[in-house]
């Protein structure tokens, strides 16, 4: 293993912290905030985000391995097994997957009267495709298969945050009390950040394939983009819709 990339996996594991740690703060909050209302709608986002949260960790963990350049072969198959979608990133593909699906579900509570059968399964079908494919469909070292994970997890977020994006938007523009505005323009803040996090580690898969060694802009840009999706829920939605 070169120097190179354990270089890089330091500052991305040394990067990664500072958000795990930005993140704590934010669900400590949120938290706060649901006990002192118990709105249903908060708890659900707090649900989504401790998914997001765990994604980061893991992905932090995965650095971690690297740096300490951890021998794979010296545990059990299973082990093995596991780690090895921890590391490349898999398993926090999964989790976010989930964190999707449950958006959708939020989506439709905050913009709809009922479920669109169609649309809802659609959604839990293409949402258990991603799901098993991130988790499944996995061979060491290949990158082409990593990238085509990131490009899933990307197409399950734009069917569910585009139509959120665009409801908030519409929501904002039509309602008058301020209170009301802020909420849904923390909602399209979030939308965007979560959109702009699998774009960013995808276009940064892509540059590895084409011969980066990765972290590149986009590698960073993922993540930052996501913290200041759940900072823009909380400020704009769930602050003031608890106080």
Known sequence: MTEEI????????????????????????????????????????????????LAITFSWISKILVV????????DPFSRWFLYRLSDFRLSEFLVTIAIGLSYILKVRLFQEDYNTWQKWIVIVYGGFTAVYSFMIYERN??????????????YMMMIYLPFLLRAIQFYREVDEREFKMGFLGLA???VGFILIFLGF???RVLILLGSPGFTFFYFMGWSSGIIGIFGAYIGYIRPKSS
């Open 189 to 191: 803040v979030m939308s």
């Open 6 to 53: 354990i270089l890089l996996n330091s500052i991305g594991m040394y990067f990664e912290l500072i958000i795990i740690i930005l993140a704590i703060i934010l669900l400590i909050l949120i938290l706060q905030k649901y006990i002192s209302k118990r709105h249903n709608l908060t708890k659900l986002l707090f649900i989504i985000f401790i998914l997001y949260f």
């Open 142 to 155: 290949n990158t082409l298969l990593d990238i085509f994970a990131f490009l899933a997890v990307f197409v």
């Open 68 to 75: 300490i350049q951890f021998d794979y072969l010296s545990i």
């Open 202 to 204: 995808a276009i940064d």
